[in-house]
């Protein structure tokens, strides 16, 4: 090699350790290389806990919805609308709202709709509004036996963030929540069990 | 073989054998270099040493050693240049097996055993050592000897380039090795220490701690002798009502590490735990002073996994004893300047995680109380002068994540509620959303990738058993000791005697009429340095002055220092210690 081809700026700036440093920096945006997300593989079907503040999302839910919540084990079954006929006087309807807790969990929040004869239960009335209020503030929800209702606290301070809603669709996030709860054809387990034959 | 297939005119290899003596510069007492390329071999004893180094050190030729600070020093100590391109590997053996178990260690010999390379003409002869130790005249064949000796580890450096070469990254190589000029800069500078007030410790030290024992021991008393006893203090704690972390066999942990914590929150333990830590760690006489009054250690860069420098408790005089700084002195005629970044691991994980809040907040010269006012615990008019206590509060809990701390850990260093320090963990979180995203990423990319990396390339790589904790904060730790050593760098090159680097700072010295520009000029290097490593964020930095005949002061260890320095004059020192 001759002496030119050894002038080390000519062949490869980048190894001068004196300049160029800017050149040499590594990228940092580890969120760009990692390529990892948050899965959504859980979501609860409940009323929001006595001791956790909501936010209810302002557009997506699936009302009405049929559910049958098997008393024993607390499970709450999505019935799909061919197997409504058939489990008359077994579902309740209800709105499931879409919300997420303080600590970013995400559920769907079953608010039951007036029964067929108009009767709305002040438990469910006073759900309902929450739910509304939900949409908009951060609130919590807590029995109140002698009252009947829910009493609805609302979080006063106006710092407290935005929610963080699930990059998973609406779909997604109810296939995941009924999952392995989904009423879907006459022979299902539950409609057996309704129909006594199990 | 010839070298790799790197474009330098000539590669040379390059080890000397040399004189240390603890605290003191290295004596070269001979050199050995090969240069790959031509084969030519130079084998120098010291009274054939010229003005010059005997092989070419312009920017067509690469100097490559094995810990090569050690021969820079030798450079120094000779009055040659320094190489302009230095390729150490060490460094690189730490780079590539950071994370990773080294069976034999990173000396030349684990890094030969790592790679199943020939040991033969390294192998640690104690009585080799012994004979340079010795110091001269040697005998011809005893010269003979020793540079034998001393090619046997240039040997050794042509086995292991070329199984190291092809996976080391060359322009950032050579910019660690530029750092290890810098290292060997600092290590021929040294820190200056105040002789009289050391020599006066090291003769009465035993009697020292016995006086002082007893003189604090008598607020506690959970000493028998010098030994702490468990049992006393264990019914200290009870009749004060202190609350106090247990292990998991139940005993109470009484780690220095929860020592200092639990001082923090009870700060009448202060003096008990500085009295544990001193006689627990200081052993005057390892404290490595020259005979120019200047403690002077290996620096040890690249050694922590971050690449921090780590050098010897002991030895160094930034050791855990903090009291003992106060033995740092300028000579007459001279001052000191110790000069950090201010709030560093924030600014870095604000700039590299590109957190707008975060950014905003280190940018508004206070980011504790910036912090407190984005998340709304504080109103936007308030000042650290109206709202101390909530500023504290929030400068814990930057602090707390900073080292990976739990809400349990975070509640004991407050001293207040777990719900409390849940919510403060909460709100950091909130407040930072986007700094959290990243940092969750770097950990991803960590494990999926097995390796982080810092923005020139210094990796730790992820084994089975790694620590979540430890590869989130690597990231700042790491980018903060790029930081440092290109500080380390552009300072030393500019002519500005750096004493020594300290995690997040620099001490430097300069007589005394030129102090106030070399303060201004290393505040320039590192802010230089942090512009680089941040893409054009720069970091505040703050600059203490210590001018003759003022003493270094670190306010942890002010009582401690005074209460010594009050034994040292009745031991006869009281001029000295005045």
């Known amino acids: ?198 | 073989m010839n070298g790799p297939q790197w474009p330098f005119r000539e590669i040379w290899l390059v080890d000397f054998e040399f004189i240390a003596r603890s605290g003191n510069r290295p004596k070269p007492v001979c050199l050995v270099a090969l240069e790959l390329r031509s084969r030519r071999i130079i084998r120098q004893w010291q009274n054939e040493f010229g003005r010059a180094p005997p092989y070419s050190i312009d920017a067509g030729s690469l100097f490559i050693a094995y810990y090569a600070s050690a021969e820079l020093g030798c450079h120094l100590a000779l009055g040659w240049q320094l190489p302009a391109r230095v390729l150490d590997l060490y460094v690189e053996f730490r780079n590539r097996t950071n994370g990773l178990e080294t069976p034999s260690g990173s000396g030349l010999i684990g890094a030969l055993t790592y790679f199943g390379l020939d040991t033969i003409g390294v192998v640690e002869k104690a009585e080799m050592r012994d004979l340079i130790l010795r110091g001269g005249a040697w005998t011809t064949g005893e010269q003979v000897a020793i540079l034998d000796y001393c090619e046997g580890d240039v040997r050794a450096l042509e086995r292991l380039l070329p199984v190291m070469a092809l996976r080391i990254d060359l322009s950032r190589a050579l910019l660690r090795g530029r750092y290890m000029a810098a290292v060997a800069r600092m290590e021929w500078a040294g820190v200056p220490i105040d002789m009289p007030p050391l020599e006066l410790l090291r003769e009465h030290w035993d009697g020292i701690q016995d006086a002082l024992v007893a003189e604090i021991d008598a607020m506690y008393g959970v000493f028998e002798g010098h030994t702490f006893k468990r049992d006393y203090f264990g019914a200290l704690l009870a009749k004060e009502g202190i609350p106090w972390p247990l292990l998991e066999s139940g005993r109470l942990d009484l780690s220095d590490d929860t020592f200092r914590l639990m001082a923090r929150v009870y700060p009448a333990l202060s003096p008990l735990r500085e009295l544990r830590s001193t006689l627990a760690d200081l052993r005057l006489n390892d404290l490595a002073v020259g005979h120019d009054g200047r403690n002077r250690t290996l620096l040890s860069p690249f050694r922590a996994r971050s690449g921090r420098n780590q050098p010897s408790n002991t030895k160094f005089i930034f050791g855990p004893s903090v009291w003992l700084r106060g033995l740092i002195r300028p000579p007459e005629g001279q001052g000191l300047a110790y000069i950090d970044w201010e709030q560093q691991e924030f600014g870095i994980a604000a700039a590299l995680s590109g957190d707008r809040l975060m950014c905003e907040a280190y940018n508004s010269g206070d980011p504790y109380l910036a912090f407190a006012k984005q998340a709304g615990a504080i109103p936007p008019e308030a000042t650290r002068e109206t709202h101390p206590i909530e500023r504290e509060l929030f400068k814990q809990v930057v602090l707390a994540v900073q080292y990976g701390m739990e809400a349990r850990s975070l509640a004991l260093r407050l001293n207040r509620p777990l719900v409390l320090a849940r919510d403060l963990l909460r709100a950091h979180h909130e407040t930072y959303r986007s700094f959290w995203q990243w940092s969750d990423a770097a950990v991803d990319h960590a494990i999926l990738s097995g390796s982080l990396s810092t923005v020139f390339g210094w990796v730790v790589h992820v084994t089975a058993g790694f620590n979540p904790r430890s590869l989130r904060n690597f990231p700042m730790q790491a980018n903060g000791a790029e930081m440092l050593r290109l500080a380390c760098c552009l300072a030393t090159e500019r002519g500005i005697e750096v004493c020594a680097p300290i995690h997040d700072a620099l001490l430097i010295a300069a007589p005394s009429d030129r102090l106030k520009h070399d303060v201004a000029a290393t505040q320039a290097a590192m802010a230089e340095a942090s512009r680089i490593v941040l893409d054009g964020f720069e970091l505040r930095t703050d600059a203490k002055v210590i001018a003759y005949p003022d003493r270094y002061a670190d306010p942890r260890g002010t009582v401690m220092w005074e209460r010594v320095m009050k034994l040292v004059a009745r031991c006869g020192g009281a001029a000295i210690a005045a």
């Open chain 1, 1 to 198: 090699m001759n002496a030119d081809a050894h002038d080390l700026k000519k062949l490869d700036p980048t190894l001068d350790p004196f300049t160029n440093l800017e050149n040499l920096r590594l990228p940092q945006a580890f969120a760009e290389t990692a390529g990892v997300k948050r899965l959504l593989k859980t979501v609860p079907v409940r009323k929001p806990g006595s001791q956790d503040f909501v936010r209810v999302h302002p557009e997506l839910r699936l009302s009405p919805a049929a559910l049958i919540e098997l008393k024993d084990d607390r499970d709450m079954y999505l019935v799909t609308p061919n197997m409504v006929h058939q489990l008359a006087g077994e579902f309740f309807t209800a709105t499931l709202y879409l919300a997420v807790t303080r600590q970013s969990v995400t559920f769907l929040w079953p608010v039951r709709l007036p029964n067929p004869d108009g009767k709305y239960l002040e438990w469910h009335r006073s759900a309902a509004e929450a739910a509304e209020s939900a949409k908009s503030k951060w609130i919590r929800i807590v029995p109140n036996m002698g009252l009947g209702a829910y009493e609805l606290f609302e979080a006063v301070s106006p710092n407290i963030p935005p929610p963080v809603w699930p990059e998973a669709s609406f779909e997604e996030i109810i296939k995941v929540a009924f999952r392995d709860r989904l009423i879907d054809h006459p022979d299902h387990p539950i409609v057996k069990r309704l129909r006594g034959e199990q």
